[in-house]
C-alpha cells in the first residue's frame, strides 16, 4: 500500500488537498478536507512549503496541514501494516474515512484547549494537584500559595498595562515590561522581579508542554535573585535569647502576660542549633526523632524531603525535655518576626548594621539595629555561618542543613570581613 497527497486543481489561491491510496495495482482517491495554499504546495515533497517569503498565516496554515498530513500518513502505514483478513475498496473508504475524522476532532479539540488564555491557564495549573518531580511528592501547600500570591501580582500587571491576555505577550520584551512596571509602579524589591519570573517560567514551561505558546523567549527571563544584606547571630547572641528570663519581664509589664513569645523563642532556637527551616521547626512532632542516648536529631525535611541528621546542642537537650519530647506550633510569620525582633531588644542586640537596598530601582544604604533585622530564617543563617567560623567545611554543614548546591549553601554564609580576616589568618601562621 502507497499513500500519496495531490491538490485537486492548482487554479485557486486554496485548493483542496486529495489522498491517494494505492493498494494491488488500484488507487482510491478521496478528499481530506484540508486546503492548502498553491503556492506553499511543494509537489515533490507532497507537502506544504515553509519560507520567509510567505505571510505568517500561509506558513502556520502549512505546519497545521503537514502535520496532520504526516499523522493520516502514519496511520494508514501503522493499519495496513499487518496482514487484512478482508481489503477492498469500502473496507479502504472506510480506514480512510475514520482516520480523517479522528484526526480532525483531535485537530478541534487540541484548538479548543489552545483558546484558554495564559491567567486562565495559570490559574488551573496552580488548582490542579501536581507532583514535585524532584521529591515525587504531591506540591506542598506553602509552595502553593507562594505561586498564586506571583498569579496575582501578574493578573495586576496584565490589567494596569492594558495588555492582551494572549500566549503571544511573552516575548523578549515581555520582562524589561514586568521589570519596569514592577519598579515604577509598585516599587518592588530587586529580587521580587526574578522571583517572580522564576515561577511565571515553570508555568510557561507547563504551557509548552501543553502545546500552548511554541514562543519560549521566556526561557532567557533572569530568574536568579541577588545575595542580599542579611544578618546572622553570633553564640553570644544566641546564648543571650536562650536565657532571657521571659517570666521575668511578663512579671515585670514588658511583655504581655497571654503572649506566645516563649514559644517563638524556644523554637528560634531550636532553629539556631538544627540550621532547620520554618516549616520544620513547626512540624517537629511529626517529621523529627530526638534521640538523647545517640545525642542526634533526625528529620525528613518537608521542602525537599531529604533526611538529615544534626548533633543536640545542650540547648536542645534542656527545650526537648522543657516540652517533655510534645513541641508547640509556630504562630504566623509575621507575628513571630515580630516576636523575635522584641526578643532582640530586650536582649539589647543593639549593633548598628548598614543595608544596602534597591528598592523601585533605586539603591539605597539605611542603617538599622541588628535586631530589627532578626526574622525567622536567621535561625538558619546563624547555624550555617556559626559552624563555618567554627571551621567545619562546607560539605559538612551541607548535609546537615540539607542543601544540594555549594552555591546555594553560600548564600547563608553572612560573615564580616573583619571576621573573614580572622579566619584566614589561622592559615598563615
Known sequence: MKVNYNLKNKVNE??????????????????????????SWNTEKQRCAISSDFPDKVNRNSKKINKFLDELEKSLSFHFSTPQNLINEDHVKHILTSYINGITKDELEEDK???ITPLQFFDKFLNEKRINK?????????????HKLVLKRFQSFFKEMNLKDDFSVFDKRFETKFETWAYSSKNYSANTIPTSLSILKVWLNAAVEEGLINEVSFKNYKSKSKEVDNIYLNEDEIKKIYELDIQQKMSE???????????????????????????????????????????SISVI????RQKVQIPLHPYLKEIYLKYEGNFPKMIDKAHSILHLQEIGRLCDINEEVLVTENKGGQITTKKYKKYQLIKNHTSRRSFA???????????????????????NFMKYIKITRQENLELMQEFFK
Open 385 to 407: 555561618t556559626n559552624l563555618y567560623l567554627k571551621g567545619a567545611s562546607t560539605i559538612s554543614i551541607m548535609k546537615l542543613t540539607g542543601h544540594t548546591t555549594e552555591a
Open 134 to 146: 524532584q521529591t515525587g511528592t504531591f506540591v506542598n501547600e506553602r509552595t502553593t500559595n507562594h
Open 253 to 295: 509589664g514588658r511583655i504581655d502576660k497571654k503572649s506566645k513569645i516563649e514559644t517563638t523563642r524556644d523554637l528560634f532556637i531550636v532553629g539556631c542549633w538544627t540550621g532547620l527551616r520554618y516549616s520544620d521547626l513547626n512540624n517537629l512532632n511529626k517529621s523529627a526523632v530526638f534521640d538523647l542516648e545517640k545525642n
Open 301 to 304: 525535611t518537608e521542602k525537599t
Open 14 to 39: 486554496e485548493e483542496l488537498i486529495i489522498c491517494v491510496v494505492t493498494y494491488e495495482g488500484k488507487r482510491i482517491k478521496m478528499s481530506t478536507k484540508r486546503k492548502a495554499y498553491t503556492k
Open 113 to 115: 484547549k489552545k483558546q
